[in-house]
C-alpha cells in the first residue's frame, strides 16, 4: 500500500534554478477536448464522440518574495522573454515522483499586506505534453 506524504520538499525548477520561497505549488490540470461526432444515425438517442486537443493547463505558485533568489529572477526572465522554458515539479524524495514539463510564464505579481511577509505569485501556463515521472517498482 502506497503512503500519504507530506508536500514538505516539493520544490518547482524553472530552467535549472531552484525557485525559493515558495508555500504552495499548484498542480498541473489536465483535461482533453471532445469532437462530437453524432450522425442522425446514432444508436440510443446519445451523443457520441471522439478525443480532441488535450491541455496541460497551468501552474500557480506562491509563496515569499525574495528579489535576490535566482529561481524568482529566472521567472521574471521567462516573463519579459516569453520564452518556453523547462521545468519540473519535484515531490519529496521518499515518494520518487516529479511532472517535467515546458511552461511558459504568463503572469508574475507581488504584495504587501499589513502584518504579512511580502509575497510572490506567478502562473505558467504549460506547452506540450507533460510527463509524470514514477518511482521503479
Same mark, same amino acid.
Given at each position: 500500500m502506497t503512503e500519504v506524504t507530506r508536500a514538505l520538499g516539493t520544490v518547482l525548477n524553472i530552467g535549472t534554478k531552484k525557485v525559493a520561497g515558495l508555500t504552495s505549488i499548484g498542480g498541473l490540470e489536465l483535461s482533453a477536448d471532445t469532437i462530437d461526432t453524432t450522425t442522425l444515425d446514432s444508436d440510443g438517442g446519445y451523443r457520441e464522440f471522439i478525443g480532441g486537443f488535450k491541455d496541460a493547463g497551468e501552474v500557480s505558485v506562491s509563496g515569499f518574495f525574495l528579489p535576490g533568489d535566482d529561481g524568482q529572477t529566472a521567472i521574471y526572465a521567462a516573463f519579459e522573454s #516569453?520564452?518556453?522554458?523547462?521545468?519540473? =515539479? =519535484?515531490?519529496?524524495? !521518499?515518494? #520518487?515522483? !516529479?511532472?517535467?514539463?515546458?511552461? *511558459? *510564464?504568463?503572469?508574475?505579481?507581488? #504584495?504587501a499586506e499589513l502584518e504579512d511577509a511580502v509575497s510572490f505569485e506567478s502562473t505558467l501556463k504549460v506547452s506540450g505534453k507533460p510527463t509524470l515521472i514514477l518511482p521503479a517498482g
Open positions: #516569453g520564452a518556453v522554458q523547462a521545468c519540473k =515539479i =519535484i515531490f519529496p524524495l !521518499s515518494m #520518487g515522483a !516529479s511532472w517535467e514539463f515546458n511552461a *511558459v *510564464v504568463t503572469g508574475i505579481s507581488t #504584495g
